[in-house]
């Protein structure tokens, strides 16, 4: 069994996730589709780099999409 241990990582993480989900509110939000295309770029690009700092931290879950992609 493993213990989670505080990992300052985690909470960046869960800090990239929170602001990817704003950029997705955002997305939907936006009638400019060129716009919603860079929101959601973004999104994806704050995704990646939570997924990098659970990688870093040791604490790796499983892939899962983004929450409310449309």
Partial sequence: ???AL?????DKAAEY???AQEV?????QISINDARGQ???TAMHLEAL??????R???VAPAQGPAGED
């Fill in 57 to 59: 931290a040791g604490n």
């Fill in 17 to 19: 996730r929170r602001q």
């Fill in 50 to 55: 939570a997924e990098e700092e659970e990688r």
């Fill in 24 to 28: 997705r509110n955002l997305a939907r």
């Fill in 6 to 10: 505080y990992s300052p990582r985690c």
């Fill in 39 to 41: 929101l959601r770029a």
């Fill in 1 to 3: 069994m493993r213990v």
